[in-house]
């Protein structure tokens, strides 16, 4: 099956632009899995649609006359301006500053969607927009690898005390969160946002550090003891170590094996959090990032899924 992104280009080259004599700007991007180049013959049934997004100044009305299918596709065509488009869908105004608790308050997956796509046309400065949300500025990048670093030390212990009492159901559950938190550690790493679920091991995939982590992540989960998982957990910290130290972005920094309380159960750690905080310069982000980092708003997307709720996220980082 081809691509469901060309095809949209298509339709918007050979049928669309013809038709519009207005200055606009036209791209695919927002929802859909060949906005990510993820799509398959499975994603054509439903919402699947030949189609394209056009921008116009504030005032025009466009009216196309557009055939219903192209190349065996229905088609769609909406109309919008691009303050409208952003402020709609991802509660950002383009024509306002982003401030650090906008960034902590936009979800990451709708971030990559929102960037992701193609600009087939631009007149408007479409793309420009785009580009300002390409990725996290520094300092809110080293804030989020501070609490993702913090999402994993506290809990790597716990794979061997829920394991060492016979509870090798509930050792695998934090073994598999661990993955889970490593794997978006690494998005992090590598300047790349992360998609939503159905696409997250995919994308991972993609990333750089995947050829050689994505084994030993496939190991810890296949685990069938404590031990076997402890083990690979271990490994796996010390390639996402390797990683962080490659990049430069703090000294370098060391790991050593930590046991609890003298408890069996080894724990690596570097003090990761601890270097990047003293690379914060942002007052606003060290502000946040003195309390308990807690992160992205995805840790409490389910409550608060809706645009609309974005005011009540922002008074969470405020409060």
Known sequence: ?????????????EIVRPKVDVPHSAAVMGRGSEVLGFDDEMSTDHNCEARVLLFVVDGVELQL????EFEGRATLVEVHTIREYF?????FDPEVALTAR??????????????????????????????????????????????????????M???????????????????AQLVQDLMRLCFLLERRYAPYRKWFGTAFTQLSCATELAPILRDVLRAESWEEREAGLMAAYGVVEQ??????ITPPVELGVERMCGRPFKVLWGDFPGALMTQIEEPE?????????????????????AVRDRRQLVALVDS
């Open 102 to 155: 906008d960034w902590l308050t936009f979800p990451e997956s709708a971030l990559r969607m929102f960037t992701a796509g193609a600009v087939f046309h631009d007149e408007l400065g479409l793309q420009e927009v785009r580009d300002r949300l390409a990725y996290y500025p520094d300092d809110v990048w080293r804030y989020l690898m501070i609490a993702a670093w913090w999402r994993v030390h506290p809990e």
């Open 65 to 68: 006359d557009v055939p219903k």
């Open 285 to 305: 982000v060290r502000r946040i990032a003195e309390r308990w980092p807690v992160g992205g708003i995805e840790e409490v997307r389910n409550v608060f899924w």
């Open 157 to 175: 212990n716990l794979v061997g005390r829920a394991g060492y009492v016979g509870d090798e159901l509930g050792s695998a559950v934090i073994g």
């Open 1 to 13: 099956m081809g691509s469901g992104l060309e095809l949209c280009r298509r339709f918007y080259h």
């Open 87 to 91: 402020q709609k869908l991802l509660g």
């Open 243 to 248: 990683l962080h130290n490659r990049l430069e």
